[in-house]
């Protein structure tokens, strides 16, 4: 196995409208998640997530602590989401195995033990998408389904938005320190999400989008209210949204897409939203 990761520093919002499209992409589109047998990760100075992938195909992918953590284990002073957007898998935890299948998640308290990623099968290997965030005490471990979900429906066909938000690693599912996940399903027919657009000073988020035909594409808006910009991007791809910028996305087909937030508050509803009309 291989283990990959690289450092993202956070940006000011004054000196990102000065950034062209190569910089953009370099500093907030995470281009490349799944490798066989590779684990690839992000450690995003923006409230210190990591973003990461795992993609077990012949071998037992550890989940290693990689330097900038300065631990022994990966979890010693962090929680972590994982979903499975491939084949079906499992996750071993210590002495506790977790068997995850297609859009399943698990949440992982804090503590000092082993993470490992399998693959049921080989030919059909299983992708697991993460977000890590730092955390103050530990809280139980729980595999979380669609099932368990918050589901809000938004959206309507008609404004090319329909769309199924499962809240999945959330306050009111169970309890976290910091991190925030869910997925959101847009419907046949629908290509916007998050609009109208809006910001939470309050914590970052990470954007990672899947369910894309390969000859689709999709367009990531970012950027402040009145100072938009915007990172084309492919499928099982994932971005990085500071505090200070919107996240939305237009595509040329419907897809799913899980967000990730960590930061000072646990309020799904702590958002301040702009007028369509006021994006520039």
């Given at each position: 196995?291989?283990?990959?990761?690289?450092?993202?520093?956070?940006?000011?919002?004054?000196?990102?409208?000065?950034?062209?499209?190569?910089?953009?992409?370099?500093?907030f589109l995470i281009e490349a998640l799944?490798?066989?047998?590779?684990?690839?990760?992000?450690?995003?100075?923006?409230?210190?997530?990591?973003?990461?992938?795992?993609?077990?195909?012949?071998?037992?992918?550890?989940?290693?602590?990689?330097?900038?953590?300065?631990?022994?284990?990966?979890?010693?002073?962090?929680?972590?989401?994982?979903?499975?957007?491939?084949?079906?898998?499992?996750?071993?935890?210590?002495?506790?195995?977790?068997?995850?299948?297609?859009?399943?998640?698990?949440?992982?308290?804090?503590?000092?033990?082993?993470?490992?990623?399998?693959?049921?099968?080989?030919?059909?290997?299983?992708?697991?998408?993460?977000?890590?965030?730092?955390?103050?005490?530990?809280?139980?471990?729980?595999?979380?389904?669609?099932?368990?979900a918050v589901v809000a429906h938004m959206?309507?066909?008609?404004?090319?938005?329909?769309?199924?938000?499962?809240?999945?690693?959330?306050?009111?599912?169970?309890?976290?320190?910091?991190?925030?996940?869910?997925?959101?399903?847009?419907?046949?027919?629908?290509?916007?999400?998050?609009?109208?657009?809006?910001?939470?000073?309050?914590?970052?988020?990470?954007?990672?989008?899947?369910?894309?035909?390969?000859?689709?594409?999709?367009?990531?808006?970012?950027?402040?209210?009145?100072?938009?910009?915007?990172?084309?991007?492919?499928?099982?791809?994932?971005?990085?949204?500071?505090?200070?910028?919107?996240?939305?996305?237009?595509?040329?087909?419907?897809?799913?897409?899980?967000?990730?937030?960590?930061?000072?508050?646990?309020?799904?509803?702590?958002?301040?939203?702009?007028?369509?009309?006021?994006?520039?």
């Amino acid at each position: 196995m291989k283990t990959n990761y690289e450092i993202r520093y956070a940006s000011n919002p004054v000196d990102a409208k000065q950034y062209d499209t190569a910089r953009l992409r370099k500093d907030f589109l995470i281009e490349a998640l799944f490798a066989d047998d590779e684990v690839n990760m992000v450690y995003s100075m923006y409230d210190r997530m990591v973003v990461g992938g795992a993609k077990p195909v012949k071998e037992s992918l550890l989940l290693e602590a990689i330097d900038p953590l300065k631990a022994q284990f990966f979890l010693t002073r962090r929680e972590i989401g994982i979903f499975n957007v491939g084949g079906k898998g499992r996750v071993i935890v210590g002495d506790k195995v977790f068997e995850l299948d297609y859009k399943e998640a698990l949440y992982l308290g804090k503590g000092d033990r082993e993470v490992r990623f399998e693959s049921a099968e080989a030919e059909h290997p299983a992708l697991f998408y993460f977000n890590s965030t730092n955390a103050h005490t530990t809280y139980p471990d729980r595999k979380i389904t669609k099932q368990d979900a918050v589901v809000a429906h938004m959206g309507s066909l008609e404004m090319s938005n329909e769309r199924n938000i499962n809240k999945m690693v959330v306050n009111q599912v169970l309890p976290t320190c910091q991190l925030q996940m869910g997925m959101t399903e847009l419907m046949p027919g629908s290509v916007w999400n998050t609009m109208p657009a809006h910001v939470h000073s309050r914590r970052m988020e990470a954007y990672f989008y899947f369910e894309l035909p390969e000859d689709q594409a999709i367009c990531h808006f970012m950027g402040e209210v009145n100072e938009t910009r915007h990172i084309w991007m492919s499928g099982n791809q994932a971005v990085l949204s500071p505090e200070w910028s919107i996240h939305s996305a237009a595509a040329t087909h419907n897809y799913t897409f899980i967000w990730g937030m960590g930061g000072e508050n646990l309020d799904y509803g702590d958002q301040d939203f702009s007028l369509i009309t006021e994006l520039r």
